[in-house]
């Protein structure tokens, strides 16, 4: 039997393995993502992706991401009693918008956000190093690609917008969380690398775009490769 919360899922999702994915993500982009079926929630979250107050969350509230769900919990409930005839007036637009239980909803709402992992929780702050380009670096880069010259690297393993988080795996591909690795206080910094990217696009004579690229560190350099 598919769930309610099932079918709202993508159909690239489900076909090609289309995942969301990230080393660091901005606190607006966690609280765009869909709450339902959420890529990283914990096993426990499944079971409440269709409880009774889940369906009410969404049918009634509105809720879909985690952004919604936050502000129904972060909500200042003065004079808020946990009880159904709760005259608090945030319990009393819930029950005009068609709950039942405004405070059930709310508690609900509190379990759902604890079954996120700390990475993709808005309420948590992650001290992931993240470095990013500076103002000077981002102004010469844009003056390199107009004058298809080299830029520089840009670093920063944040996103800033969800669309730029999601992946598609192979399947004999891992799909555990990215991570990165850091070297460690007696490795001190790391050494500087040039590396030179290339990459050609063209159209054939069916239409097809067809790729390829190419990373070249210098002669007889076993890292260099081509896809």
């Known amino acids: 039997m598919v769930t309610p919360a099932e079918e709202s899922a993508s159909p690239f999702e489900k076909t090609f393995g289309l995942t969301l994915d990230a080393l660091a993500l901005d606190k607006d982009v966690k609280e765009e993502i869909p709450v339902w079926f959420h890529p990283g929630g914990t096993k426990d979250l499944a079971r409440h992706n269709n409880s009774k107050f889940a369906n009410c969350l969404r049918d009634n509230h509105g809720a879909k991401t985690v952004g919604h769900i936050l502000l129904i919990v972060q909500r200042n409930y003065l004079c808020h009693y946990r009880r159904r005839n709760c005259a608090c007036n945030c319990c009393k637009a819930d029950r005009a918008a068609g709950c039942e239980s405004p405070y059930k909803c709310h508690e609900e709402g509190i379990k759902i956000l604890d079954c996120i992992n700390e990475k993709w929780d808005p309420r948590v702050t992650v001290n992931q190093p993240n470095r990013e380009l500076t103002k000077e670096e981002k102004v010469t880069n844009f003056l390199a690609v107009a004058e298809k010259e080299m830029v520089t690297f840009d ?5 800033q917008a969800l669309s730029d988080g999601f992946r598609i795996y192979g399947a004999e591909m891992s799909v555990n969380p990215a991570h990165q690795l850091n070297p460690t206080d007696d490795e001190g910094e790391p050494s500087e690398v040039t590396v030179f990217v290339g990459c050609t696009h063209k159209i054939n004579d069916d239409g097809e775009h067809c790729l390829s690229g190419g990373l070249w ?11």
């Open 155 to 159: 670093p920063s393993i944040k996103i």
């Open 217 to 227: 560190y210098g002669p007889n350099d076993t890292r260099n490769s081509k896809v």
